[in-house]
């Protein structure tokens, strides 16, 4: 039996070649979040977002799970007996690392091991890339005890699933594999579990050979875009191509025009110029 986790213990990172492997670390407990793990998970992202060495974050599970979701001891039952400032402030603590995770300066990818649950789907959402492994299950389970989807997870499958899909997935409390997760949108890809780490390092290593201040704008303009009007996504896209400029994105865009035009040693339609 595991002794009660020190807050500090809950997220493990490793960091390789330019990727942060960032795994939920209570394997004994499914990866469930806990008040605790939210405050941990938060400060390792933020400590993570600004270090040179750091490329790419990939976000996994330690043991079997991905996430079981939200932690129905510490984060619901023994947080609701506090009352309602409690409530405000881990619901906050939750909240604060997804929404920092949503608009990370760096590349994210979800490596989806095994189970996502519920509140699990926050975090999901909020990595640009997600590959499963074909094991994994995901499951809006709220439904099968008693409560609604929330802390965004009803909007995550509004967001991301054909809209007869969502409404079933969160009605019925039936969990999805890996590879019908990707059929309806939840994940980017599902591949077998023992071709899981090497299809994420593959991934990763493709946007380390990018140009990261283009990959940045990228990744927040089609979020953005997600709520916008044509019109002022058009205006937006004018304006971040721009704001780009300032950041070394003119000489990148010459130096790769040079490569194509003059140099003929790349095609973009093909692959990356060298950096
Ligand atoms: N909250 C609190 N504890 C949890 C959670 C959770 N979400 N998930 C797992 N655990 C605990 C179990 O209580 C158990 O603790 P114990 O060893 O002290 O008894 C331990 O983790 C292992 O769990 P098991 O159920 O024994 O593991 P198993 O591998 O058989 O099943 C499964 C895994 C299917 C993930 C199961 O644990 C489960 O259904 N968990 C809840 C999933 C869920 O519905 N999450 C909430 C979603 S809704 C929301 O997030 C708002």
Not at 141 to 161: F, R, T
Not at 196 to 205: D, H, S
């Amino acid at each position: 039996e595991q002794a009660v986790r020190a807050e500090e213990d809950t997220v493990a990172v490793t960091i390789e070649n330019r990727i942060a492997w960032v795994r939920f670390n209570r394997p004994e407990k499914r990866n469930c979040m806990s008040p605790k793990l939210n405050r941990q998970m938060l400060k390792v992202i933020e400590e993570l977002e600004f270090r040179d060495d750091v490329g790419v974050l990939v976000l996994s599970g330690e043991g079997d799970a991905w996430s079981a979701g939200m932690d129905l001891k510490e984060y619901f039952r023994e947080t609701e007996a506090q009352g309602l400032w409690a409530i405000r402030k881990s619901q906050r603590e939750a909240y604060r690392w997804w929404n920092r995770l949503r608009w990370y300066e760096k590349p994210t990818i979800a490596m989806v091991n095994g189970w996502c649950f519920g509140g699990g789907y926050g975090p999901l959402y909020a990595c640009d890339i997600a590959v499963a492994s074909d094991d994994a299950q995901f499951g809006l389970s709220e439904i099968n005890w008693g409560i609604l989807p929330g802390g965004g997870a009803s909007k995550v499958a509004a967001d991301l699933m054909p809209l007869r899909k969502a409404i079933y997935h969160a009605m019925m409390g039936e969990n999805l594999t890996g590879p019908q997760a990707a059929a309806q949108g939840l994940v980017t890809e599902s591949v077998p579990h023992a071709q899981l780490k090497a299809r994420v390092t593959e991934i990763a290593e493709a946007l380390l050979k990018k140009d990261g201040h283009a990959l940045r704008a990228t990744k927040w303009a089609v979020r953005r875009m997600i709520d916008m009007t044509y019109e002022n996504a058009e205006d937006y896209l004018i304006r971040a191509q721009e704001a780009l400029h300032s950041y070394g994105g003119v000489a990148a865009r010459k130096e790769a025009t040079r490569q194509f035009l003059d140099e003929k040693s790349f095609k973009p339609g093909l692959g990356t110029f060298d950096t």
